[in-house]
């Protein structure tokens, strides 16, 4: 199983990005079974929790993309989205895909995309 994360790249400050990330390899009844999670992590800084989605489509979001930033899901495409507005010079940041066992225990990374806000 690989996570292969896209949609990242160069945007001004206010501009939006969808990223998303595609669970290869891995069957549709399994697929569901997971906490989904996206994080994003800045040279020289502890990676950080952005937004998740759990098995039953309950989301939840850092204070940094509360109203900005939604998290999505799709079971049959094996996918799971994030959906970036309003973005600031402070979202720049490699942006990762996480997939969670119920129990907290991470079980799957992407690779990560590169996401950069600059005028």
């Known amino acids: 199983v690989q996570l292969v994360e896209s949609g990242g790249g160069l945007v001004q400050p206010g501009g939006s990005l969808r990223l998303s990330c595609k669970a290869s390899?891995?069957?549709?009844?399994?697929?569901?079974?997971?906490?989904m999670e996206w994080h994003r992590q800045v040279p020289g800084k502890q990676r950080e929790l952005v937004a998740s989605?759990?098995?039953?489509?309950?989301?939840n979001y850092a204070d940094s993309a509360n109203g900005r930033f939604t998290i999505s899901k799709d079971n049959s495409q094996k996918k799971v989205f994030l959906q970036m507005n309003s973005l600031k010079p402070e979202d720049t940041a490699v942006y990762y895909c996480?997939?969670?066992?119920?129990?907290?225990?991470?079980?799957?990374w992407g690779q990560g995309t590169q996401v950069t806000v600059s005028s």
């Open positions: 996480a997939f969670a066992r119920p129990s907290g225990d991470y079980e799957y």
């Open positions: 989605i759990s098995t039953d489509r309950r989301t």
């Open positions: 390899g891995m069957i549709t009844s399994v697929f569901w079974q997971y906490n």
